[in-house]
């Protein structure tokens, strides 16, 4: 009716004309204004505070008067008495409208609420996890007329919220009769609401209001490290982030060789699903025992791995991904439960495993395509995982591309001589002089460059030990700026470069960076053999995303995303220089930190995220590298610092290459890796 | 196309005209004839065979000539020198149509073929199993296309059979590679096809064509004895029957006796489900070694118990069931695994509970409801489960009643002086001469009456070891008769019945049956305490069936139906002399043996029969005679022989009820159980 009050919501803007007395949230419902219940308008929750506005709105053309709502009631007094009301808030299942009203929904009200990120360029997240919490008032059990305690329960869910067709789990049925017994007959209930693998299903009943948020688990099972996020259904909020060295690693550091030790193992692959799991169930404990969380209040969870991870976090053998045609068990998203995966969880826990792309670009690679949506990206965009593999995307709204290339386990700062993982005392940061080709450097654990004051004090406990990952490809990188090392990727000799450091190493030069011999510690060089295995990764790395450029018909790329860890450490111009991606302008080259646990992390607060990344991998282009015959070309190609064939124009307008020729005629040395295809790993 | 030739399918009549080349499986596919196939028309599995007629039929206005079908080609022609074919048997998917025809399909190519069963009156089952075999030949992986082999399945699974949205266990999924790649891409998957609780599932994938059969298991799971049939879901067939005591009978011979266990002992609940578990692994163990059948083979499994059972087999504590208002957990029907409920078959084994009636109608009763279907009974039929509880179902097309009631165990022997287990040696028949009162009898083991010669030879082995149910039933309907026992129940003294086997036994007198203490056997009498028992026994059952009457608004029944065990044991004259049922023409009261055994095996055949029993259970009136007044009042009238004030005018047309009465002024003796109201077990 136009005689009743009209109330408008912000910010959606929303507005109607309700009778005297109407509810707020009764009007926000029936405009479809997100306001958050979960007590279902009893007072209980307060998930439905909203802030009445007073005054002129001529914007909204109404004038509020002051009398516009209700006056408080008792529901509300005892509430605002016992818990505490911010000021000018009301609950809104219990202030009624009385006249004309502005009525502002806070974030923290909104069912659909964005989480927080830190990432200016982040995509955001909204909330609307799987796993939500009802609260009901059930009928008592009748003589006259028996049902079922559970028919009942269903009958108050599809009555009170409208859900219908609930299944439950039989752990779950087993204490409804005293959960609701205890709760008098009102109960909160954990439903998950299904989708297209299972029906809608009751997961838990607590008696009474259940005030106690309920918690997912956003997992990134790596080959090296499993890290997981604990994160408050409702908020979104992280509410812990632990990780552990993946125990598989006593099998095989890289997962090729866990591959193999499960085809010369009988039960081997057993063996490694086991590990795998019961690492799993560490981390959990140790997770929820850092929030302070009961492992049973944990309801859902969200998985991305690699294919091989995949498959023995599942129990499938991983022998046919060990071969053309790299066959996956299972390509498509899975819907399990923790009982099925034997995790100690609370036994209704959903597992949610993201879709594989293919048989090398994993369901961690799903996760990068749902955190950084290329699919949804106006430019074209070339998304990089960084890691044994290199998981690459290339795509924009018409089209997204995928492929993944074996780089080996060099960007680790593995299969490098003086190589180590990133931790204290490893070098990460490198220049050097082109005059004097003496290198300066930091290390992991000081902001002081080596040539720096204080330098050798702030690196006493930790000494000089090894070059990570990052420090390599800086350090060839800088050797090939200040011509140490020439385009084949040869080293020069001392009367070819100036510089005694420069040091025959069996038939090849070696270029040594620190000597810490001295001290105790160790001789660092770059050989022309560690010189090789970078090429040979950054070859594979780049010719991958060449081929997809090649697919996609484009000879550049707008912007590059350098997702992983790793990616995080890697200096933009450097890899430019190595040729380890393609050319572009430096500002357009940004990190993505871990994007597949970001990826991760939406699938669980998210359900229609999932099915979008289901959407977004079955549309997705798959290149398998392994049968391209460019491939191989771009690869041998890309074997050269930075390439033999592509101009890379953007890069030489910033910096200038030494041509510089270390070939004396000769082979360059026995081991010509460069053009040596790596196995996958 | 008219000019097509004409084919007309036998049984169903179905015609149509197709293409000369058409394969006969393809017509009947597109006319909706029932001809079965697994394999899909590729000439392997067999099912389709069918019997071409040949020569004139007037009825269908078609000739036949001799060529109306292709030559027997090389895939008919292995398969008949292999496998053997039946004379005039072809293989429906290898011949086609050349000319017009008439089809003949047998019993056994059609899908839905009709169960053999013994009883004539007996519902006939139509196989329609929830589990289902399907041959699928399977893409192979392309890593230009890259997909899983779960994905691939799919697909072939929706082309070739149309069913789609397929979920898979995990546990098969783990297999799935090895079978696809054994089978060279030919598997034969068993199929669950869904239901309201869960989507379709691959549950077993073989490689190649899967000969064997798949079973199911059709379980009776009673508070004495766990029953089951084990049953070729092809065919419909039983392959083998077994049954065990339940192992609860430790913590108690009645079920009431097991609930007080499960109060009085902190994890008694938890013991009892162990318990039952293990027994009901045991018996599943023996069955399948019985038919020489795998475990893993069995894939699907269907429950039917009293409500206590059902909570005790699924893990849920029966306290509830104890105490007014006898809630149930959960009343409808349940689809779970095997492995979730701690079975020993394949772990993806499905499992089906019938739905409960009521917190004391469970889903035995139901079963029973299925077996016997009062909902589709033109006239008005009875149906009493007689056990321990006896189920009570009153209706017909229009509509069913149900309600339960406490009988207690003297029906089974149990609480009478001499009673026993139905087993070798115990007097199962009786009759006492009217003038001697001298009983003859028969036990069980020998066929003699025990007045004829060669009896003593006959039970030497057994001995004469007590009074089973069905003969306490007899014995005490026959002392009636005979004049021993008057109306209200009491045994007359020796110089009121003329008989000197009526002896004083404390303040009662007893009835001497045998005297077997010469030979070291025992002395059977029925005392007066046994009386009370039978008339409290019978009282519930009576009061129950004539309380469902009432609310049915009817004072007869047209028929009446005995199930259980026992019922089929029960003499119908003497079960009526008790006044233990309605009267009703001795020709209408009919046993259908273990109909809850039937309805278990009706829905394991036939998916379709779940829906239809979950509706019928729905609209079953549910009466709970507990908060009844009448049912105390048909109960005080019940407890005499066979009623103080209904007139029995059918049972008083064929015997002489002697009018006795041997109450001299006193009460009959202390314990007046026949009005004390029995507890509930």
Redesign the interface.
């Known amino acids: 009716m136009q005689n009743d009050p009209l109330v408008v919501f912000t910010p959606s803007g929303k507005r109607g004309h309700f009778p005297v007395g109407t509810p707020i949230l009764t009007a926000a419902r029936q405009l479809g204004v997100d306001l958050d219940s979960v007590c279902g308008g009893r007072g209980i929750c307060s998930k439905c505070q909203i802030t009445p506005s007073y005054g002129e709105f001529a914007k909204h053309g109404v004038t509020v008067a002051p009398d516009a709502l209700s006056e408080w009631n008792a529901v509300e007094e005892r509430y605002k008495s016992k818990r505490g009301l911010i000021d000018g808030r009301r609950l809104g299942c219990q202030a009624t409208v009385q006249g004309d009203v502005v009525i502002d929904v806070p974030p923290e009200s909104q069912v659909h609420k964005q989480v927080v990120r830190k990432r200016a360029e982040a995509r955001e997240i909204i909330m609307n996890p799987a796993v939500k919490l009802f609260y009901v008032v059930v009928a008592?059990?009748?003589?006259?007329?028996?049902?079922?305690?559970?028919?009942r329960l269903r009958m108050a869910l599809e009555a009170q919220w409208q859900i219908s067709?609930l299944?439950?789990d039989?752990t779950t049925?087993?204490t409804?009769?005293?959960a609701l017994r205890k709760g008098q007959w009102k109960v909160t209930c954990a439903i998950h609401l299904g989708n297209?693998?299972?029906?809608p299903r009751i997961m838990q009943v607590w008696p009474g209001f259940h005030e106690e948020p309920i918690f997912g688990l956003a997992v990134d099972l790596g080959s090296t490290t499993i890290a997981a996020h604990l994160c408050d259904l409702q908020s979104g909020e992280v509410v812990a982030s632990s990780g552990i060295m993946n125990p598989q690693i006593r099998f095989g550091e890289d997962l090729m060789s866990r591959v193999s030790y499960t085809m010369m193992n009988a039960g081997g692959a057993a063996e490694l699903t086991a590990a795998v799991r019961g690492g799993m169930n560490a981390l959990f404990s140790q997770i929820a025992a850092e929030a302070g969380v009961a492992k049973t209040d944990i309801l859902d969870a969200v998985f991305v791995c690699n294919p091989v991870m995949h498959h023995l976090f599942?129990?499938?053998?991983p022998?046919?991904l060990g071969q053309?045609?790299?066959?996956?068990?299972?390509?498509?998203a899975l819907n399990?439960t923790a009982a099925?995966?034997g995790l100690d969880l609370n036994p209704s826990t959903r597992v949610y495993l993201l879709p594989?792309?293919?048989?090398h670009v994993g369901a961690d690679a799903a996760a990068v395509a749902l955190s950084e949506a290329p699919d949804k990206s106006e430019d074209l965009v070339l998304v990089v995982d960084v890691g044994t593999n290199a998981e690459i995307l290339l795509g924009n709204r018409e089209k997204v591309l995928a492929c993944s290339s074996p780089t080996g386990p060099a960007f680790e700062g593995a299969q490098i001589s003086s190589g180590q993982r990133a931790a204290p005392g490893a070098i990460e940061r490198v220049e050097i002089d082109p005059v004097t080709k003496a290198p300066r450097f930091k290390v992991i654990g000081s902001d002081l460059w080596s040539n720096e004051d204080g330098f050798s004090e702030a690196v006493a406990s930790t000494g000089i030990t090894g070059i990570c990952g990052s420090g390599i490809i800086e350090m060839v990188a800088e050797m090939r700026l200040a011509g140490i090392v020439d385009g084949p990727g040869l080293i020069g000799a001392p009367e070819l470069t100036g510089t005694d450091r420069c040091i025959l190493d069996g038939r090849t030069y070696s270029y040594l960076v620190w000597d810490g011999t001295a001290n105790g510690g160790p001789r660092i060089t770059v050989t022309n053999r560690d010189i090789r295995e970078i090429q040979m990764a950054k070859a594979a790395l780049y010719s991958g995303a060449r081929l997809l450029m090649d697919k996609f018909g484009v000879d550049k790329v707008d912007r590059i995303v350098l997702a992983g860890a790793f990616g995080a450490h890697i200096s933009p111009k450097h890899a430019m220089v190595l040729g380890m991606i393609p050319d572009a302008p430096l500002d357009k080259v940004t990190s993505a930190g871990n994007a597949a646990g970001t990826g991760a992390r939406i699938a669980l607060l998210n359900q229609d995220a999932r099915a979008e990344i289901e959407q977004t991998v079955r549309d997705i282009h798959?290149i398998?590298t392994?049968?391209e015959p460019r491939f191989q070309e771009h690869f041998v190609n890309a074997s050269n610092i930075p390439n033999s064939v592509e101009p890379f124009p953007i890069l030489n307008s910033i910096v200038t290459l030494p041509d510089v020729n270390f070939n004396q005629g000769g082979s360059s040395d026995g081991d010509s890796g460069g053009r040596r295809r790596r196995r996958r790993g």
Chains 1, 2 share one sequence.
């Open positions: 008592e059990p009748d003589m006259h007329d028996p049902s079922g305690d559970l028919e067709n299944q439950i039989l049925l087993q409804l009769q005293t297209h693998a299972f029906r599942l129990g499938i053998d022998f046919e053309a045609p790299f066959a996956l068990a299972t390509s498509d399990l099925e995966l594989c792309i293919a048989g798959k398998e392994a049968i």
